[in-house]
């Protein structure tokens, strides 16, 4: 699991029964500067009783690069398909302003693309999305969870027969898009982590993820909270939307209360004078 930073609290937030294990990789852009960890992750993966291998990467990463290295080691790599899937939030979908080019980019290389947080929004704007992905990127095909787990599990059950089409969209004639501006653009993000207070109460942390400025796409809170002081809680924020439910994270013991923010040319000054107007904390950036 790839996030830009702190991917340990994302792997803590995952349901440890519904896989067999989950690696932390933490880097803006895997295919740059963690390419080598990945690799030797794959390899690894390659060898235990696994049938699949999920690589789950930040949500402004480039994946083209990361697909062309994976086609050059095709013969390194003993895996029976690749495929990608572009996982779509409805509510933003088209509205990452700067970061378009990114959203497109994932769609172009995209042979699946499953649609999340339908549950939050009304028909007419899921209906919308939908039609605009399909008159732009006709390529990729719109599938459920549901059907992926199942054809997975049969492929894996029988690698003879593929039940779903898993052959990545032909890239030969792709820019070199190591060095082209789209690519260049997701090392732009960045992630500052900034200390919090040891105890906070909910209604405050809340109010500061709430109020940090536009340029944060993403933030999480690592607390604990005054109501509840035995468990530490993993609060999180995409875009103008706060998760209305935080995380119980019990697993993490060695990491201090903190928040990541990500973004592009985010303003650490601003952001640590909401943290200390909030709770009157002067906080050290980490």
Known sequence: MNDIANAELDTKSINAENTSSITPLSASCACCESLDD??????????????LLLLELNGTADPLV???N????????PFNSIVQICIIDVRNWGNRARLDPIEKRQME????????HTDKTDSKSIINVEKDINDNYPKSQKITSKRLANALIKSAKNPSINQLEFENHQI?????????????????????RISLPPKVRRVAIERLL???????????????LVEEPGT?????????????????????THLSSSLLCVGLE??????????IDEFGYFPEIQ
């Open 38 to 51: 990945l690799l030797n992750l794959c390899k690894t993966a390659s060898e235990t009783k696994g049938d």
């Open 66 to 68: 990361l697909i062309e």
């Open 70 to 77: 994976f086609s050059l080691l095709k013969d390194t790599l």
């Open 109 to 116: 290389s995209s042979t699946f693309y499953l649609l999340s």
């Open 172 to 192: 030969s004639n792709r820019i070199d898009s190591n060095h082209d501006e789209n690519h260049l653009l997701s090392h732009q993000v960045k992630g500052i």
């Open 210 to 224: 709430k109020n940090l400025p536009f340029e944060v796409l993403r933030a999480k809170a690592f607390v604990k």
């Open 232 to 252: 530490r809680w993993l609060f999180e924020k995409v875009g103008s939307d706060l998760s209305p439910i935080p995380i119980s994270i019990q697993s993490i």
């Open 266 to 275: 985010l303003d650490v000054e601003k952001i640590r004078k909401i943290v």
